[in-house]
């Protein structure tokens, strides 16, 4: 193993975080997962094992955490409230020194300085366990999306393996029991589960959609990407679908006016476009991180439309994001436009467009409809 890999980078309260060699702390951690991923095709787990404890206690990899966790919270504060949450370089360093020195979090410490901790501790076992999985979801991955199996033996033989996405329950012996991972890596999932301590914001939440990919291992071998679930709900027919796509488990009542879905859907979406003023009236936010929207959307869209429309329409996974992609497009043409409009009531008939064809276009024009 080549040790000039391994050699770690000193890092003072005197050193400006702009002017560290990123390129080269990227470069060193993404040789390592590389072993890592290799070690996991090899089937190699004591290799994976030693690879993976000196990746999370190098200088480097707490240096990304940090860098990765503290600019995610600045783009969280910046979208949703509208604030500048600002981390001074001193403070980063601080943090730095905390997890260097491995420092028990205890109760006298804020919440806000044991989040931010736990968060990039989060981030830590992700950078270790990330390249592990994907070497053994890789297979999986490459599989066509095939549409639904009703086959309750299936489920049945499989039910230990789904998770709720709306309840955010992962089961943790299900999870515990694939990781076999290093104790400190299993402890500390185990502790966050049971105190449910997994952001639910994309941009916070690495580590729990990688736990949720990780917990369908097993069902891949069916060579289906849906698994529809029969069940009754509330004393009506309800669906529940397991989307490999996303990694998640939605529950969709039948029965239930879809026009609620898309309201809860597009209000999360305005969210992060405006602010509230003293008057309770929408402004746009001063600030706007396009990027930042755009894959939040994006994933809002996949997480509550896709399995719906996968049975409803039959439509293919490539398309919808495909059209997807086409709808955000104009989004960002209205946002960036000259004459900003104001996205108030914005509804859509998805029973219209399904049964009557309409194109990405007229779709685009009703996801951006104005209504005064």
Known sequence: MNKNIYQSFFFNNKSS???LPWKKIDTRILL???KIFKASKECNKSKIHRIQNYLLNSNEAKLT???KIVNSISHYYDIQNNENYYFSDKDKYTIFKFILSNTIITDKISYRIRFIIEKIREYLIYLCINPEWKAKNE???KKKIYLLSNKKRLINHNKKHLISFYSKTILISTITDKLQSLPYISISIQYWIKNKFFSSYPCLSFLSFLLKTISLVGLEWYNLNLIKVKSNYKSNNASNFCDYYNTSLIQINN???Y??????LFLAIKRMIYVKDNLKRNRFKNHLNLSIIIKTAIWQLQTIYLAYISVINKIS?????????KLLSILIFKIQGLSIYEINNIQIDLHKFFYKKKTSFELSFLL???NR
Do not use: H
């Open 17 to 19: 975080w702009k002017l």
């Open 32 to 34: 390592i997962q590389q």
């Open 65 to 67: 955490a940090i860098n």
């Open 139 to 141: 297979p999986l991955l």
């Open 255 to 257: 029965i239930v006016n």
């Open 259 to 264: 026009n609620v879905i898309i309201k809860q």
């Open 317 to 325: 996974i490539e398309q919808y994001l495909d059209l997807i992609n």
């Open 368 to 370: 951006l409809k104005i």
